[in-house]
């Protein structure tokens, strides 16, 4: 069974603006990573933000972690068209086995 | 990053028949592989963990007699898909972890296997 609950499912945005996703999660986890997938392609790791970490960036990414709330949230600023993939959340518990959200659907309009 | 090499990229066979998936770890050693069923537009579920010479642990609902795992080397994963039915036909993928390169707890995927059962 999945134990990331993404929402929204998806979301179409113009290019330039914010595209913000979350993440919700059931269980402890050691960490929690981000990842992007294009149509009909394997994985792309984005970004790794650990249990004790809150606030992590990478260029135009932005991630968050409330381990109280269990959920974290992903934020691309100024998006660009090729920015259009499904991003899913994976959080890492024992065992270091990977457990994937939903996902959301990202397209960006140019 | 770290390269992860699946092969085939599509493959269409016949109902009845065994499919194989090779997963290659290209710039590392992959003490651990595994292997993700995604169908359209939904998440990757994980099917089963392999480690290099072991048995693969299969996750629950998976038949481990139908998707046949292999982890003989530290480069190379193996899965078939024996006596493929139309509803095998999905997205599989592999990811991989290793000792050195890339980190322990970051994975890195293979472009994934589009099987499609006629």
């Known amino acids: 069974s999945q134990q990331g609950e993404e929402d929204p499912q998806a979301l179409s945005i113009q290019e330039g603006e914010n595209a913000t996703m979350n993440c919700s999660y059931k269980?402890?986890?050691?960490?929690l990573q981000w990842y992007r997938q294009n149509s009909g392609r394997g994985l792309v790791h984005l970004i790794l933000?650990?249990?004790?970490?809150r606030e992590k960036h990478s260029g135009r990414l932005r991630v968050t972690l409330d381990t109280s709330k269990k959920s974290s949230s992903l934020l691309i600023t100024a998006s660009r068209a090729a920015d259009t993939a499904s991003y899913f959340c994976a959080t890492n518990a024992a065992g270091n086995k990977l457990t994937f959200g939903g996902g959301t659907r990202v397209l960006v309009k140019p | 990053g770290a390269v992860v090499s699946q092969h085939p990229s599509r493959v269409i066979c016949k109902s009845g028949t065994s499919v194989k998936i090779e997963c290659r770890s290209l710039?590392?050693?992959?003490?651990?592989m595994f292997w993700y069923r995604q169908f359209p537009k939904q998440s990757l579920m994980l099917m089963a963990t392999?480690?290099?010479?072991?048995?693969?642990?299969?996750e629950q609902g998976v038949e481990k007699d139908k998707f046949l795992i292999n982890h003989a080397s530290l480069t190379l994963s193996t899965l078939t898909v024996t006596s493929a039915h139309p509803e095998d036909s999905s997205f599989y993928i592999c990811?991989?972890?290793?000792?050195?390169?890339?980190?322990?707890?970051?994975?890195?995927f293979g472009q994934g296997t589009r099987l499609t059962v006629v």
């Open positions: 933000i650990r249990s004790n970490e």
């Open positions: 990811s991989a972890r290793g000792v050195g390169r890339p980190r322990g707890t970051e994975a890195f």
């Open positions: 710039d590392f050693q992959a003490t651990t």
């Open positions: 269980t402890s986890i050691n960490n």
């Open positions: 392999s480690n290099e010479g072991s048995k693969a642990t299969y």
